[in-house]
């Protein structure tokens, strides 16, 4: 089993910079890949940023140039910082690992941007 906890989200006014982190744990032997994810309320959950372990990095549109996403592998841990905030980037925010084709997500950390 794999275990995924994010942390770091939070309420931020627009424009404001958020950065969220998600580490794995548990049987970790062959990751395919690791990103986020986002859900904002009555939407379907989308793609934010992830990326292979061939190193292919992919953006949603929404938010290339607002977001970055980084990996330190050694601590099986990523990334996503976040500025540029804006209140349609309010979401809760999930953590996405998969290995040997099994998709395993966190709890979600909700991110709120408003004044």
């Known amino acids: 089993q794999v275990q995924l906890v994010e942390s770091g989200g939070g309420l931020v006014q627009p424009g404001g910079s958020l950065r969220l982190s998600c580490t794995a744990s548990?049987?970790?032997?062959?990751?395919?890949?690791m990103g986020w994810y986002r859900q904002a309320p009555g939407k379907q959950r989308e793609l934010v940023a992830s990326i292979t372990n061939y190193g292919s990095m992919i953006y949603a549109d929404s938010v290339k140039g607002r977001f970055t996403y980084s990996r330190d592998n050694a601590k099986n841990t990523v990334y996503l910082l976040m500025t540029s905030l804006r209140p349609e980037d309010t979401a809760v925010y999930y953590c996405n690992l998969v290995q040997r084709a099994v998709d395993y997500w966190g709890e979600g950390t909700l991110v709120t941007v408003s004044s």
């Open positions: 548990g049987s970790i032997f062959s990751i395919n890949r």
